[in-house]
């Protein structure tokens, strides 16, 4: 079945009830394993399909047409797998892909913390050597706002190593914790705008110990590569809610009447469409840029203004389509009849996660400034 298939037929029809009961749509996360999606982005060696980024930016957009939420669902086998695709061992690889691959097991991200979201730096979670384990660490510390947090089966922690008021980049590192660790709790699932169904969740690590064979190391390196190869996903995100948004806006004004004609007559409707149209396009050249990039391994600094440009792009895109979208359909769109105000709440999310629009603005222009971007 294709990915806009299984969209159209098993996705749209529960979009609303998930965001309505906030329940996690285990249902399509089995659909999503018998068409074998869920190892998109994960090499054949470790049992994905090996579709790279670009694969699984092209699924996620198609998806999330009608569900951002279900794109955050393909999302997240690429966000935790990153850093251990970048840095991991082979032993690290072997252990914990396949089973996301699969669909076995879930994993989640935690980087963000209750005083440090954009400031990667003034994280304060921290690892201790074990006494009790040579290599191995105890981890302490809480992260918030951390998606998936509440299925996942293990986690990839970012920690300083020592000292927790330390701004060194050397002093942060990467970690594999099993949510089934001693000291590992979930007290408080968020309750949020938009993005409902999948859990946004705070984890807590109290003394966890953290073997010397999950520890994947990186530093904040790690981090921002990790990141920069995940704008593109982000991005597809943006773009299949802006299609998705202004689809269903275009259908509604062709079939309302108003003054003796449709909506859809009036040539100042018919620019605005034509307007956001054009950015929608104008998104996905920019996203796909980034995927074929970010594929060919090209994620490091050079590369991270176009990186940026795609995910501050189509996030900004997919906010404007989705108020317009609404506004297309006057009165009718701010009711729970239309997805429109469903849209219109989900997009906001995606201004700021995984590095807010103002984060990307800051990381393209200091790349025009140091001639990352250049066209000379």
């Known amino acids: 079945m294709s ?4 969209a159209q037929d098993k996705i749209k029809p529960r979009a609303r009830e998930i965001d309505t009961t906030s329940s996690y749509p285990q ?3 089995e659909e999503f394993k018998k068409a074998d ?3 998109l982005c994960i090499p054949p060696e470790y049992g994905g399909s090996g579709a790279g980024i670009l694969g699984l930016t092209i699924a996620i957009e198609e998806v999330t047409k009608y569900s951002n939420v279900l794109g955050l669902m393909l999302l997240l086998t690429r966000l935790p797998t990153g850093p251990l695709m970048i840095a991991g061992t082979e032993e690290q690889k072997q252990r914990y892909l396949p089973g996301i691959a699969t669909g076995a097991t879930r994993a ?3 980087l963000s913390e209750p005083g440090a979201g954009s400031d ?3 994280m304060q979670s921290r690892v201790v050597p074990d006494p009790s384990s040579e290599g191995g660490y105890l981890l302490s510390g809480t992260k918030c706002w951390i998606s998936g947090g509440m299925q996942a089966d293990w986690f990839v922690v970012f920690a300083k190593l020592g000292d927790p008021t330390s701004r060194l980049h050397s002093d942060i590192g990467a970690f594999i914790v099993e949510a089934t660790s001693a000291g590992v709790t979930r007290p408080r699932v968020d309750k949020k705008m938009g993005v409902k169904g999948i859990d946004t969740a705070e984890i807590n690590f109290d003394q966890v110990p953290v073997p010397k064979t999950n520890v994947i190391g990186g530093s904040f390196g790690l981090i921002m590569q990790s990141l920069n190869a995940m704008r593109p996903i982000v991005a597809a995100r943006g773009i299949g809610l802006a299609e998705g948004a202004l689809m269903y806006a275009t259908e509604y004004v062709k079939n309302r009447p108003a003054f003796g004609k449709t909506i859809a007559d009036f040539q100042g409707i018919q ?3 034509a307007k956001c149209a054009t950015e929608i396009e104008a998104a996905r050249l920019l996203t796909y840029r980034g995927a074929w990039l970010a594929d060919q391994g090209k994620f490091s600094k050079e590369y991270v203004p176009m990186l940026s440009m795609c995910k501050y792009y189509a996030s900004e895109v997919a906010v404007k389509a989705s108020g317009l979208a609404l506004q297309m359909l006057g009165a009718a769109g ?3 009849e239309h997805p429109t105000e469903l849209y219109y709440r989900d997009a906001r999310q995606l201004t700021i996660v ?3 629009s103002q984060v990307q603005l800051g990381l393209i222009g200091k790349g025009v400034l140091g001639h990352d971007l250049w066209w000379d």
């Open 37 to 39: 999606l869920l190892g």
């Open 334 to 336: 701010y009711m729970e």
């Open 120 to 122: 990667v730096a003034g």
């Open 108 to 110: 989640a991200f935690c």
């Open 354 to 356: 995984e590095g807010t």
């Open 271 to 273: 620019w605005e469409i």
């Open 3 to 6: 990915v806009r298939k299984l």
């Open 27 to 29: 249902d399509i996360f």
